[in-house]
């Protein structure tokens, strides 16, 4: 469900408005601390930890305004591990298991499933491959996110199986960040693991999870939450699902973002109008969605370059997505 934002899979952003990575400076910081505390007390280098993940959890994105999607490809594991091993040492600091939540959520989607979906025409194999991987990064994400949420819910996971929209009840708006990328990650596995019944089994968990966001605040991220309920309206009407209310959270994720995100309108191709076989409201919809400036929303540049290289992705699948030849008159230029 991931929208890099993904298109959303489940909605996780590519660039959100939240803290990013900062990469080797951070490092240099962390092995500098870890060697001015070698001789002191375990609780010393805790503190010392801690700053350093305070500090890096709490900045500003530095990669949502990058316009250079394949830097950003290259940087993003170094920074995942490095926040890992400052888990490793604090494991219980909510900032960063939001970050590596978010961060593992948004890698698999932008660049594991989106070179899946790449090569699906041409070695399904390598297809298959790349999405075993895509789905053990998202659980990696959802264990972050759940281990996120326990610490002030103690055993809200396993309720999350047992009743969750009673779970999700009990959950805050300052905990909206989590709930947020949990379901995503959760949604995103589901939606790469279609045969695999142990993990589609937890869509009500999903469903939950993005129910309390949109409850707390629709507006949460421009609209993440209704574009990641478009996935979840896309299901069949068995599973709790609406083409009708999934168009009316399209139109509302694109109200609250006044256009600027393309990742909703590529949401409603990929989820809606392919399960209708409309093929000229799916060239229509990502039309729309290449026309988008990336410069028009700077803070979230990042995100629109990534989205817009999916709905080209899906733009050269078209004749695997469609049964029906393209007979429409708008055949626009790609």
Not at 25 to 33: D, Q
Not at 70 to 98: I, Q, W, Y
Not at 141 to 169: C, K, M, Y
Request: proline fraction near 4%; glycine fraction near 8%.
């Amino acid at each position: 469900m991931a929208s890099v934002n993904g298109v959303t899979n489940f909605g996780a952003r590519a660039g959100p408005r939240s803290a990013g990575f900062a990469g080797s400076r951070a490092a240099l910081v962390l092995l500098v601390l870890v060697a001015a505390f070698s001789g002191a007390g375990c609780s010393i280098k805790r503190m010392a930890v801690k700053s350093v993940a305070n500090s890096l959890t709490s900045g500003p994105d530095i990669f949502a305004s990058d316009d250079d999607p394949e830097l950003v490809r290259d940087a993003l594991p170094f920074g995942l591990k490095f926040m890992e091993s400052l888990l490793s040492m604090v494991p219980d600091h909510e900032g960063l298991l939001l970050t590596c939540c978010r961060g593992y959520t948004q890698y698999a989607f932008a660049f594991v499933q989106a070179d899946a979906d790449a090569v699906e025409g041409t070695d399904r194999a390598r297809a298959a491959e790349l999405r075993e991987r895509a789905l053990k990064l998202y659980l990696r994400a959802r264990g972050f996110g759940l281990r996120g949420l326990e610490l002030r819910h103690r055993g809200i996971a396993d309720e999350f199986r047992g009743n969750p929209t009673a779970a999700a009840a009990r959950l805050t708006a300052k905990e909206l960040p989590l709930i947020y990328w949990t379901a995503a990650s959760w949604g995103s596995a589901i939606s790469v693991a279609k045969d695999r019944p142990e993990i589609s089994a937890d869509i009500d968990a999903v469903r939950a999870l993005m129910g309390r966001a949109l409850q707390l605040d629709e507006d949460y991220e421009g609209g993440a939450v209704h574009e990641a309920m478009i996935v979840l309206e896309a299901l069949p009407a068995m599973m709790g699902g609406s083409l009708a209310r999934a168009r009316e959270h399209f139109q509302r994720a694109v109200d609250l973002s006044k256009g600027s995100r393309a990742a909703p309108f590529v949401t409603l191709a990929e989820n809606v109008a392919v399960q209708e076989q409309n093929r000229a409201e799916f060239e229509r919809l990502l039309k729309q969605a290449l026309e988008i400036d990336p410069e028009r929303n700077p803070q979230a540049r990042l995100e629109t370059l990534l989205v817009q290289k999916r709905a080209r992705t899906l733009l050269s699948r078209e004749d695997d997505l469609f049964l029906e030849a393209d007979t429409t008159q708008i055949k626009e230029s790609r």
